[in-house]
Protein backbone atom coordinates (compact mmCIF):
# COMPACT_ATOMS: atom_id res chain seq x y z
CA UNK A 1 0.00 0.00 0.00
CA UNK A 2 1.15 3.55 -0.67
CA UNK A 3 -1.50 5.45 1.33
CA UNK A 4 -0.39 7.18 4.35
CA UNK A 5 -2.44 6.33 7.96
CA UNK A 6 -3.39 9.40 9.80
CA UNK A 7 -4.01 8.76 13.36
CA UNK A 8 -4.64 11.27 16.46
CA UNK A 9 -2.81 10.99 19.29
CA UNK A 10 -3.50 11.87 22.99
CA UNK A 11 -1.44 11.77 26.45
CA UNK A 12 -2.79 9.17 28.71
CA UNK A 13 -0.61 9.43 32.46
CA UNK A 14 3.39 8.64 31.14
CA UNK A 15 2.25 7.28 27.52
CA UNK A 16 0.79 8.33 24.16
CA UNK A 17 -1.72 6.02 22.97
CA UNK A 18 -3.87 5.71 19.77
CA UNK A 19 -6.43 3.67 17.53
CA UNK A 20 -6.58 3.31 13.94
CA UNK A 21 -10.55 2.21 13.79
CA UNK A 22 -9.73 1.11 10.15
CA UNK A 23 -7.89 -1.89 11.02
CA UNK A 24 -8.82 -1.80 14.97
CA UNK A 25 -5.30 -1.91 16.06
CA UNK A 26 -3.87 0.10 18.96
CA UNK A 27 -0.46 1.29 19.46
CA UNK A 28 1.13 3.43 22.51
CA UNK A 29 4.93 4.61 23.90
CA UNK A 30 6.18 6.53 25.80
CA UNK A 31 7.33 8.73 23.30
CA UNK A 32 5.91 9.74 19.55
CA UNK A 33 8.32 7.56 17.67
CA UNK A 34 7.68 4.60 20.39
CA UNK A 35 4.12 4.82 19.60
CA UNK A 36 4.50 5.15 15.47
CA UNK A 37 6.99 1.69 15.75
CA UNK A 38 4.09 0.41 17.98
CA UNK A 39 1.14 1.38 15.01
CA UNK A 40 3.57 -0.05 12.44
CA UNK A 41 4.07 -3.71 14.26
CA UNK A 42 0.10 -3.63 14.98
CA UNK A 43 -0.48 -2.93 11.28
CA UNK A 44 2.36 -5.20 9.98
CA UNK A 45 0.17 -8.03 11.91
CA UNK A 46 -2.72 -7.42 10.13
CA UNK A 47 -0.65 -7.15 6.90
CA UNK A 48 -0.67 -3.81 6.16
CA UNK A 49 3.02 -1.94 5.73
CA UNK A 50 2.20 1.51 5.32
CA UNK A 51 3.47 4.95 6.45
CA UNK A 52 2.09 6.26 9.66
CA UNK A 53 1.64 9.95 10.45
CA UNK A 54 0.71 10.70 13.86
CA UNK A 55 -0.86 14.38 15.05
CA UNK A 56 -0.68 14.81 18.81
CA UNK A 57 -3.86 16.10 20.59
CA UNK A 58 -4.50 18.22 23.42
CA UNK A 59 -6.22 21.60 23.61
CA UNK A 60 -2.97 23.46 24.07
CA UNK A 61 -1.84 22.10 21.11
CA UNK A 62 -4.86 22.62 19.25
CA UNK A 63 -4.36 26.49 20.26
CA UNK A 64 -0.64 26.28 18.74
CA UNK A 65 -2.13 24.95 14.77
CA UNK A 66 -4.70 27.55 15.61
CA UNK A 67 -2.46 30.47 15.97
CA UNK A 68 0.08 29.14 13.38
CA UNK A 69 -2.83 29.24 10.99
CA UNK A 70 -3.98 32.63 11.63
CA UNK A 71 -0.33 33.95 11.83
CA UNK A 72 0.25 32.29 8.17
CA UNK A 73 -3.10 34.24 7.17
CA UNK A 74 -1.47 37.43 8.22
CA UNK A 75 1.74 36.63 6.79
CA UNK A 76 -0.08 36.42 3.68
CA UNK A 77 -2.71 39.51 4.26
CA UNK A 78 0.51 41.95 4.56
CA UNK A 79 2.59 40.70 1.98
CA UNK A 80 -0.24 41.23 -0.79
CA UNK A 81 -0.93 44.20 0.63
CA UNK A 82 2.81 45.43 0.31
CA UNK A 83 2.69 44.03 -3.34
CA UNK A 84 -0.27 46.12 -3.81
CA UNK A 85 1.77 49.34 -2.65
CA UNK A 86 4.47 48.10 -5.32
CA UNK A 87 7.16 47.36 -2.69
CA UNK A 88 10.00 45.79 -3.90
CA UNK A 89 10.27 41.45 -2.77
CA UNK A 90 13.08 42.64 -0.81
CA UNK A 91 11.35 45.51 1.03
CA UNK A 92 8.19 43.07 1.25
CA UNK A 93 10.66 40.44 2.62
CA UNK A 94 12.84 42.84 4.95
CA UNK A 95 9.51 44.48 6.43
CA UNK A 96 7.59 41.12 7.24
CA UNK A 97 10.66 39.17 8.28
CA UNK A 98 9.55 36.41 5.51
CA UNK A 99 12.10 35.40 2.96
CA UNK A 100 12.27 36.20 -0.45
CA UNK A 101 11.50 32.85 -1.83
CA UNK A 102 8.30 32.84 0.61
CA UNK A 103 7.25 36.04 -0.64
CA UNK A 104 7.38 34.67 -4.33
CA UNK A 105 5.79 31.53 -3.58
CA UNK A 106 2.40 34.15 -1.60
CA UNK A 107 2.30 36.01 -4.31
CA UNK A 108 2.15 33.12 -6.78
CA UNK A 109 0.06 31.38 -4.95
CA UNK A 110 -2.70 34.25 -4.60
CA UNK A 111 -2.63 35.11 -8.26
CA UNK A 112 -3.44 31.54 -9.39
CA UNK A 113 -6.15 30.97 -5.63
CA UNK A 114 -9.17 29.48 -6.47
CA UNK A 115 -11.59 31.56 -6.84
CA UNK A 116 -9.38 34.60 -7.46
CA UNK A 117 -10.88 37.23 -9.33
CA UNK A 118 -9.71 37.58 -12.76
CA UNK A 119 -6.98 40.10 -13.88
CA UNK A 120 -8.75 42.50 -15.35
CA UNK A 121 -10.90 42.63 -12.12
CA UNK A 122 -8.35 42.99 -9.89
CA UNK A 123 -6.59 45.42 -11.04
CA UNK A 124 -9.47 48.12 -11.00
CA UNK A 125 -8.72 51.04 -9.03
CA UNK A 126 -9.69 54.76 -8.42
CA UNK A 127 -7.31 55.45 -5.60
CA UNK A 128 -3.84 56.42 -6.73
CA UNK A 129 -2.49 56.31 -3.29
CA UNK A 130 -3.29 52.51 -2.42
CA UNK A 131 -4.98 50.29 -5.60
CA UNK A 132 -5.90 47.32 -3.50
CA UNK A 133 -7.23 49.38 -0.64
CA UNK A 134 -10.94 50.70 -1.30
CA UNK A 135 -11.95 50.31 -5.00
CA UNK A 136 -15.07 51.90 -4.60
CA UNK A 137 -13.16 55.37 -4.63
CA UNK A 138 -12.28 57.60 -7.09
CA UNK A 139 -8.49 58.60 -7.80
CA UNK A 140 -7.63 61.15 -5.63
CA UNK A 141 -5.97 63.52 -7.94
CA UNK A 142 -9.32 63.38 -11.25
CA UNK A 143 -12.06 62.40 -9.04
CA UNK A 144 -12.77 59.73 -11.64
CA UNK A 145 -12.73 55.71 -12.15
CA UNK A 146 -9.52 54.37 -13.83
CA UNK A 147 -7.86 51.40 -14.37
CA UNK A 148 -4.41 50.33 -13.33
CA UNK A 149 -2.72 47.51 -15.32
CA UNK A 150 -1.19 44.98 -13.80
CA UNK A 151 2.67 44.48 -13.80
CA UNK A 152 3.91 41.54 -15.68
CA UNK A 153 5.18 38.55 -13.61
CA UNK A 154 4.25 40.35 -10.53
CA UNK A 155 0.37 38.82 -9.74
CA UNK A 156 -1.18 41.49 -7.73
CA UNK A 157 1.17 44.27 -8.37
CA UNK A 158 -0.46 47.34 -10.33
CA UNK A 159 1.44 49.67 -12.68
CA UNK A 160 1.77 53.28 -12.28
CA UNK A 161 -1.33 54.77 -13.25
CA UNK A 162 -2.13 55.69 -16.96
CA UNK A 163 -3.57 59.11 -16.07
CA UNK A 164 -1.71 60.19 -13.57
CA UNK A 165 1.87 58.74 -14.46
CA UNK A 166 4.18 61.42 -12.72
CA UNK A 167 1.84 61.96 -9.41
CA UNK A 168 3.50 61.82 -6.24
CA UNK A 169 2.23 58.87 -4.16
CA UNK A 170 1.02 56.68 -7.52
CA UNK A 171 1.70 53.72 -7.09
Given at each position: MSEIIECQVTRRGRVWVTHVPEYDVYGDGRTLRLLR????????????????????????????RAAAAAHA??????????????????????????????????????ATAPGAQPAEASEECTCVLACAEDPKTSCSLSGQRHVHPAVPGRPGVCGPCPKHPDAPGDH
Open positions: TSVERGLAWVGVTTKVRITPVTPELERLAAEETAVKALAARRASLRDIADATGVPVRRVKQLLARS
